[in-house]
C-alpha cells in the first residue's frame, strides 16, 4: 500500500508541477515546491513549455512591490491569497497558485495586463512569511496594501488614494488607468 501512496504523492507533484509551468514559473520555484528531482523537472518543463526554462537567478528585492502599478497587481494578489488562506485548507503552494489563477482572471476581465508573474507571487508569498513585506490598511480607504514592515500604519495611505502625479497618465494598452478600472481593483483589496 505504502508504494500506491507514493506513486499518487508523485502524480500530485507532476500535476503541480505542469500547472506551475503552464502559468509560467521559474523551475527554482519547481524545484523549491517539489519532491521531484532537477532532471525530472527539467524533462517535465521542456515537455510541457516546448522550450528550455529561463537560466538567472530569481528576483529577490522587495523594492519591485513598492512601486506603484506592481503594488496595486501585488496587492490584489495577496489580498485573494491571504482571504483563500483563512477559507481553505490547501498545501501552502495550492494557495499561491489559486490565488495567482484568480487574479488572472480579474485582470482578464478588466482588460489590464497582468504585471505579476507566477514566480514574483510566490516569491512575494515568501517575503510576506519571511517578514520583509506585510499588508498594510490604507487610511483613507480601508484597503490593505503590500507594505515594508516598518511602514507606520496609521498615516499610510495607498497609491490608490495618493498616485504619483503622472500615474494612469500612459496610453499603454493594459495599463492601469484612474478611473473605472483603478476603483475596481480598490474594490477586490477592501473585500478582503
Request: glycine share 6%; hydrophobic share 40%.
Amino acid at each position: 500500500m505504502a508504494r500506491s501512496k507514493s506513486i499518487l504523492t508523485e502524480a500530485r507533484q507532476i500535476e503541480r508541477a505542469v500547472t506551475l509551468i503552464n502559468l509560467g514559473a521559474r523551475l527554482q520555484v519547481l524545484e523549491s515546491e517539489t519532491d521531484l528531482s532537477y532532471e525530472r523537472l527539467l524533462r517535465l518543463y521542456k515537455e510541457v513549455a516546448g522550450k528550455s526554462p529561463s537560466k538567472g537567478q530569481l528576483p529577490f528585492s522587495t523594492d519591485w512591490f513598492m512601486t506603484w502599478q506592481p503594488n496595486i497587481h501585488a496587492s490584489l494578489f495577496l489580498n485573494t491569497h491571504e482571504y483563500l488562506n483563512k477559507v481553505s485548507a490547501m498545501d501552502e503552494i495550492d494557495t499561491v497558485i489559486k490565488a495567482y489563477q484568480l487574479y488572472l482572471e480579474q485582470m482578464k476581465s478588466e482588460g489590464l495586463e497582468p504585471l505579476l508573474s507566477v514566480t514574483r507571487a510566490w516569491r512575494l508569498v515568501k517575503f510576506v512569511d519571511n517578514g520583509m513585506l506585510t499588508m498594510t490598511a490604507c487610511s483613507k480607504c480601508g484597503g490593505h496594501f503590500v507594505t515594508h514592515p516598518h511602514e507606520i500604519a496609521r498615516h499610510y495611505v495607498c497609491g490608490l488614494c495618493n498616485p504619483p502625479a503622472r500615474a494612469g497618465k500612459g496610453k499603454l494598452a493594459g495599463s492601469l488607468q484612474l478611473g473605472r478600472a483603478a476603483s475596481e481593483v480598490a474594490d477586490v483589496a477592501h473585500a478582503h
